[in-house]
């Protein structure tokens, strides 16, 4: 059974510069969350796709994210014009609509360093 | 306002000793559920249990055990006879039936165990 994968695990990028990272569900699983998670905290959301609709966005999602499900598998994150306080790790995970209490699978995360 | 509060920032102990890990919760809502993920130094966050609101049962599993109370909103944590490989960062988490499937999580308990 495939978990959670994402790709690529590490990037570092300068400032300006845009990067996207892609996550891969569990094969089943029909929803799909970002979360952000900076040194020291827990996973804080950012948005989450049920297929292809994506449903909900946290205020932490700037206009300079993007994300997109197109065909209700992957998924990618798009962050434009990065700057330094994007520097986080950037967690996926996925679950499965209607298992009782929906619990989230992870993936083991993008590493973003800003220079 | 924080929704989970995991008071614990840093707990150290020896291997075999018994520890606890705090979780408090925060929410309006009657459904709702409540996770616990242990996230290794490598990164990934493993899912470890879930429990939802109507279901206060006290549950087992092996060396971990859950004590789930309403009365006072926590949902705490017991390793028995702690190894070293129970060192990794634990993290509570709060899903609300209402507010579309995010999850809030605390900022983490730091257990390290010393041989």
């Known amino acids: 059974d495939t978990g959670v994968s994402q790709d690529p695990r590490h990037k570092i990028t300068k400032r300006g510069q845009n990067v996207t990272f892609r996550c891969d569900p569990i094969s089943e699983h029909n929803r799909l969350y970002w979360y952000r998670q900076t040194l020291g905290q827990g996973p804080e959301f950012l948005t989450y796709f049920q297929n292809e609709a994506q449903l909900e966005k946290s205020r932490l999602l700037s206009d300079r994210f993007s994300a997109e499900r197109p065909k209700g598998s992957f998924s990618t994150l798009e962050i434009q014009r990065t700057e330094q306080g994007d520097s986080a790790m950037y967690l996926c995970?996925?679950?499965?609509?209607?298992?009782?209490?929906?619990?989230?699978?992870f993936g083991p995360g993008t590493r973003l360093l800003v220079l | 306002a924080q929704k989970v509060t995991q008071a614990q920032t840093e707990i150290s102990v020896v291997e075999k000793e018994d520890v606890t890990l705090d979780c408090v919760y925060e929410t309006r809502d009657t459904t709702y559920y409540l996770f616990w993920y242990k996230q290794p130094p490598s990164g990934e966050l493993v899912f470890l249990i879930r429990r939802n609101s109507f279901d206060e049962q006290n549950e087992i599993s092996g060396r971990y055990s859950w004590n789930f109370q309403k009365s006072t909103s926590s949902f705490n944590f017991t390793i028995t006879a702690s190894q070293v490989v129970d060192s990794a960062v634990y993290f509570c988490?709060?899903?609300?039936?209402?507010?579309?499937?995010?999850?809030?999580f605390g900022t983490g308990t730091s257990l390290t165990v010393i041989p």
């Open positions: 995970a996925s679950s499965s609509l209607g298992s009782p209490q929906e619990t989230q699978y």
């Open positions: 988490a709060l899903s609300e039936a209402n507010t579309g499937n995010q999850f809030y």
